[in-house]
Structures are given as C-alpha cells and as structure tokens.
C-alpha cells in the first residue's frame, strides 16, 4: 500500500498520525480548528513543507462548516484562525508563509460573497500543495546530479514523504538517486529525542527497499573518521537571506563533523523555506520543547523525574559549513546573500 | 542513603544493577561465574575501572566455594576463569588488566596451597578496589585545578561512583570542583543508547545537589555555539602509548565539536588505563553491541523491526583532539608518546 502523510477529497481532510509510526499506520480526520492547531503542536502532522500545506486545508477545512455565517464574521474567525495556527510551532518559515498566502486571498477579495471566499481558500490550498508535489520533484531531480554510485549518505531527522506532501526534500534527493544508483547506501540517524529517523525515515526507506543502516546521533562522527560516509544531505526549516539555515537539531552538529572529516553537507528545501525578511542567526526563533521529550519514552520515564532538561528542537547552521542548497531552482553553492538571490530570482 | 556500585564484605559480593536505574535501586548478590559474566555483558556493571575491580571480586567468589578441590583441578579452574571473564567485553583495558594481575599472583604462588592460593587472590582483588578508590580521589583533586567557578561543564556516557568502585573519574573532578566552586554547571548528555547519561549520571548528580541539565547527544552543538558549554570532560576505556582514546561511542564527536568551538576537551582516567603495548588507533578493538539496544527501548519497538543498525559501542579520539589527560600521576597536556611517560613514570 502506498501511504501518505496527508490526504485532501471532497472537502475532507485526513492525515496520519505520524506520532503513532512505525507501530501503527493509523489515518485520523481532521475538521475542527483545534485538531489543526494540536496536530502541529504535536506533531501528528511534520516536516516543514508538510506542515504549510496541513495548515492552509486544516485552515479551509475549519471554516468550511454548515452553519449560515455574515460575512464580516466569516473574515473575521478566518484571519484569528489564521493567527491561531501560526503560533502552533515557531521555526518553520513554512506555517506562516502558507497561512500568510491565503490571508493575501481573503483580503484581496473581501468584495465576494463566502461561498466565493471560501472557494478561494480551497484553491490556494490544493495549489500550494500541488506546488509542493512539484517542488519535491524538482529538488530531487535536481540534486541527484550530486550523487556517485557508491555514495553513502548519511541523512538526519525526517525529510520524505511524510515531512512533505510529495516525495521529499533530502529523502527525494535519495530517492531520485536510487533509481539511478540501486547500490547507494543511506545512513539514517535516530535523531532524538523525538526519533523521526528511527521512526519516519527507517520506514520510508524500508518501503521502498533502500539498502539502510540505523545509527545513533553519537555514532556519525565515529563512522566519518572510518570513511563510511561519503555525502550529508538534511532539509531545513527556514533559512535567512545570509544563509544561516534553521533545521532538526542536531542539524549543525553534523555540519561541524563534515568541514572536519571534508565531507560535502548538502541541505534541500523548496525555496519557500527562505526567509529573506531576516538576515542573522539570532532573528530565527528556536522553539524550546518539553522536557517531558527527553525525560519519557511511550510514557515511560527514562531519566530520574526531578531532573532539569533543556530541549530546544532546532539548531542553526551558518552558510560557512554548507557545500550547497539543494532547491528546486538550482543548486546554490557557497550560499551567501548574492548566490541565493541568483538562484531564487531564477523563474 | 549512600549508595554504591558494589559491595564486599564477609567474602559476599553485591552490586547494585544499573539496568534498573534510576526507577529502580535494587541490589543483586553475585556467586557464580556465569553471573559475574553477564553483569558485565549486559552492563548490570559498567564503567572501566569498575569493571576491573568487579571482575576481581567476581573471579576469587567464582573460585571461593566449599567443595574440595585438588590444587591442579584449582589453577586450572582459576586460569579457565580469567580467560573466560576477559571475554565478556573486549574494549575497556581494566577487565584484562585486572584479571591479569591476579593470573601473575596465582602462577606466581603455584607451591602454595590451594586456601592461601585464594586468599592471595581476595588480596589482589582488595588492593585492586583500595587502589581504585585512592585513584578516584587523586584524579578529582588533580583535575580539580582545571576548574573555574563559573564553569558549565559538559560530561558524556557515566564516570562517578557508578562506573567506579570510588568516586569517579570525570565526575570526580565534578564532584571535587563542586566542594570548591558550588556554583558550577554540568551538562549532561543522555548518551544514547543506553542511556547512562539520563539514567546514570543525572541520578549522581541530583543525589549531590549539583545544578544539572540533560540534553539530547544532538544539542551539544547548538549550546556550544551559544557558548553554554566551557569545558566538556569524559572518562576512557582504554588509552593507546600515542594517546588514542578508546571512550563511549560520542565521545570524539564531542572532541571534534571542541576543537572547532575551541573548548578544552579533557578526558580523566586512572594510569590504569593506558595501554602501553598498542600505540594506534586501528589497535583498539571496539565492541560492536546488538542492534536492538538501539532498535528498542524497555522492550518496546521505536523502529521498524526490520530495519538493521549499526551499534559500535565506542570511538576513538586522536590525541590531538585532547587538551589534556587528567590522571591520578598529574595531567598530560598535549598527549604524546613522550609526555604520556613523563607522567606515568611518576611515581
């Protein structure tokens, strides 16, 4: 069976619980505004592409209710939905830009009856997740160009299908790849504290019988100081006018570890994820997670209950240790804020 | 209460089983040689110097039992013993080291009857524990020195009073810079995957009242690039006469990360440690640990059953990751084959 992480038919929308894999493979409607926001908060619903797309349906889907509504209403809940969902989760550029989009939408057309509005929503909706389909398509075959037959790479957190609603941003990159190349092989790291690589993306790969090795976040360095790693390839949350690139924390851990063993560290992300309203590290907000994810496993406590715990679910990456952004654009090498515009100004 | 790793007293020895921790403190009394084998197998016992002492113990309790026994039947048993505990696990030198020392004892004193055969073993195994207690010590006052009072420490894997039969190695320098400075700031790593920093160390230092934080093995980066992190200390299994540093697996991720944040990265260990007769890194064996410690946690799946994982259970740092090596004899700075016997020749 051919899963995915979202689905959107006859004004229905489902998705699957991403919190629950790889134990149980279970698909969940989604038609209240609070399902949308917890879905995000959660992570039911993640990765950065995906969560942009979720959030304009779950946006639709919230004020697409029976009830006979004035207009002035209508606008009114839609924009403070609007503002709800974006303070689901922090970093991802992706939420607010796709919630931003459809706000363009409403206030563009506040002359049209709801019916029309409401159509209009749908719209933006369905094209920002064609959009992605799209993108994710072109990321891959764009950065496959950077893959050897004998690569292995080795990939961080969750960037396939699930992160997205098409194939992927680094995951498409190895997908595409491995059409090619049947003998890459794919490092996949657990990625604590909420294991997406353990969970998400070991399952993904295995779905699509790509040869895998699970490891744990502390053995990256050790298996670059063996050569058994040839190529990193993350996604990103959001990434600053300069470069400075927001992913999965752990993220610029392996960035460190790449420029010291010289190995490429390659990131991919639409270029949706650019965020050229900030320049600096600083400007991107890092969103600190409970300590509860650290501290608890299934509920069950895997550290003395009283212990102090800092989470933050996001690092930073500066655009010195990056051999290149992967984008559906082109590939930007020595990012900085000329080659970045170069590149994105492309149509 | 004050708890300890092991216990031995009237010829009876416990341990306390750090599988358990921190949800349960349960002590286990060890009698036969297939139980002292597989508490070290399966890390009921852990920590270099601690393995050392227990497998003393463990071997003269092995041999200590009521039925008569002919001399030859004796050291046959003894030697058969000590070859098959050395075998529970091939990184940490001190298991070999110590089985070692007591081998010499017994072909040392083949004329002597088989009771004063054994109590020359119960001696070695005491001298073994006493020295180790006595090295603890001197290894927290000398490391000591290194520390300033408004220090954040990061320390990786466990090194206190639970990977010794005394206070520590890492941790005991903590412990003695926490007397001076009580102030001080330690991170602490997990240490996946079995936890031993979450599980381990946290309960240490929470039992002293050390002002702690866990983190994930993932965000030592991201702190140290805020500049959280002034110094990171780890203990050794095993030290090469070049300075290759055998140590739980993330420890040279952890060195790497120093040196490109500029952070002195220490290790502290007994002389014990070194192990003069190797000199590179490819000399060490490193111990590659089942897949499901990795693929499971307290028997619950938290990844695809069929996915496969790759466990190495240590790494190797160069010595020109290490700032310094805190020993018991003094500090080795700048780790060589010279400056390492400057100060092991110490007496």
Redesign the interface.
Known sequence: MKHSSLLFKNDILTILDQTLL??KVKYKKISHLKDVYTAIKNLQVRGAPLIGVFAAYGLYVSLNTKTRIKKTEFIRKALHNIDYLKTARPTAVNLSWALTKIQEVILNNKESTVPEIKRLIKKTAERIHRDDVKLCRMIGITGCKLISKNDSILTHCNTGFLATSGNGTALSVIYEAYKKYPKIKV?VD????L?QG??LT??EL?SKNID????????????M?KKKITKVIVGADRITSLGFTANK??T??LA??C??HKIPFYVAAPSSTFDLSISKSKDIPIEERP?KE??T??N?????K???????AF??TPPGLITGIITEKGIIYQPSKKNILKILNRI
Do not use: M
């Not at 895998?212 to 298996?223: K, M």
């Not at 069950?300 to 003395?304: D, Q």
């Open positions: 790889p134990q490092y657990e990625t604590r504290p294991l353990a969970r070991s399952w295995l895998l090795r699970l490891i744990t976040d502390n053995s990256a360095a050790f298996l100081q924390v752990g610029y851990n460190v570890l420029k010291h300590a650290i501290k496993l299934a069950r406590l895997i550290a003395p009283d212990v102090k715990a800092c989470n933050p690092d930073i």
